[in-house]
């Protein structure tokens, strides 16, 4: 496996047009919302920090549940933020946790970063050196299942 540094295109922080000032900015707030992770049982700090259209960064960490299921993930604590604070345009999300290579989104949270974001969105997943992969929501859930498929249900018709 090459260093992280070496996955990392040239161009990707300008690529997705993003403000490179903005870019810092959500990076470090991912860095630092691992800090409010409550993770007792995996000791595994996840930070996140959503974009959203007007420049707003909305953070979210791990809570983890004696009841082991009932936990959830950085990301979707992050989403759940944000929807529940008005926000539904999103430019770009970070994710950043101590291993290197970085950790990248589950497949629960993949889901849900689906629902409220476009294919295009990048999603940018920092190592412990604050080095980061980025991906494409569409490269990271390909020929994925959203809201607009339920709008070509024939049955609606019948409603
Ligand atoms: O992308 C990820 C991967 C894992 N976790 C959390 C869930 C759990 O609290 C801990 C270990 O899986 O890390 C996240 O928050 N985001
Ligand atoms: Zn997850």
């Known amino acids: 496996m090459p260093p992280v540094s ?11 047009g993003l403000d490179p000032n903005a870019l810092v900015g959500l990076k470090e707030k991912a860095v630092a919302a691992k800090d409010v992770a409550y993770c007792p049982y995996s000791y595994f700090r996840v930070g996140c920090a959503l974009l959203t259209e007007d420049g707003t960064i909305i953070v979210g960490a791990n809570v983890e549940c004696a009841s082991y299921n009932v936990g959830t993930c950085a990301e979707r ?4 933020k ?11 999300l970070a994710v950043s946790t101590d291993i290197t290579p970085p950790a ?28 980061y992969v980025v991906k494409t929501l569409g490269e990271l859930l390909p020929m994925s299942f959203g809201p607009d ?10 409603l």
């Open 104 to 131: 990248s989104p589950c497949g629960m949270c993949r889901q849900l970063i689906r629902e409220f974001c476009p294919l295009t969105m990048p999603i940018f997943m920092y190592d412990k050196e604050g080095s």
């Open 149 to 158: 498929d339920l709008k070509r249900r024939e049955a609606r018709k019948e």
């Open 77 to 80: 604590c992050a989403l759940a």
């Open 82 to 92: 944000a929807v529940t604070e008005g926000y539904s345009k999103f430019k770009a």
């Open 6 to 16: 070496l996955l990392r295109n040239k161009d990707d922080d300008t690529k997705f």
